[in-house]
């Protein structure tokens, strides 16, 4: 599979935005090593929207127990981590269908997206997320001075 028009279409889009753009190179070294990385396919997710400024991060691991499942938040990158215990590879599978694998899976979170829940119920990880904006970032109107 050729990714090259897909990769110079990212770089036309990032070029054409840094000329009207100040103070944005540090998210653009972000989505550069974001486009640079390998992005696995497990395990499956969902992101879903459920309000204007909240988001449900849901993550499908059967086979794993609350135990095996660690969730960092540093510098606005969200690692979700499962490791699988010994005890658990000791079975003895006739047919295995589960994939049941390590992993961790990487999400870098916008500055104004902030935690709010984490579930694990039923083989799915839930993580809420709301949109907070500061005061100091939300719109206001500049008045002009009368000389």
């Known amino acids: 599979m050729n990714t090259l028009p897909a ?3 990212f770089d036309d889009i990032f070029n054409e935005l840094s000329k009207y753009s100040v103070g944005f190179e540090p998210t653009f070294r972000v989505l550069e090593q974001m486009k640079n990385s390998q ?7 969902n992101l879903e929207q459920l309000s204007e ?21 540093q510098e606005k990158k969200l690692t979700i981590t499962g490791n699988k215990t010994a005890s658990d590879k000791a079975r003895k599978f006739i047919v295995k269908g589960i994939a049941e694998r390590s992993f961790t899976r990487s999400f870098v979170l916008h500055q104004t997206m902030h935690i709010t829940r984490a579930k694990f119920e039923d083989g799915v990880l839930e993580i809420d997320f709301e949109q907070i904006i ?13 000389v």
Do not use: H, M, V
């Not at 400024?53 to 938040?73: C, H, M, N, Q």
């Open 7 to 9: 990769a110079k279409a």
């Open 39 to 45: 992005i696995p396919n497990y395990p499956p997710y």
């Open 53 to 73: 400024t909240t988001l449900r991060l849901s993550i499908a691991l059967a086979g794993f127990k609350k135990e095996d499942i660690e969730i960092i938040l």
């Open 134 to 146: 500061p005061e100091s970032q939300k719109p206001k109107k500049i008045e002009i001075e009368n």
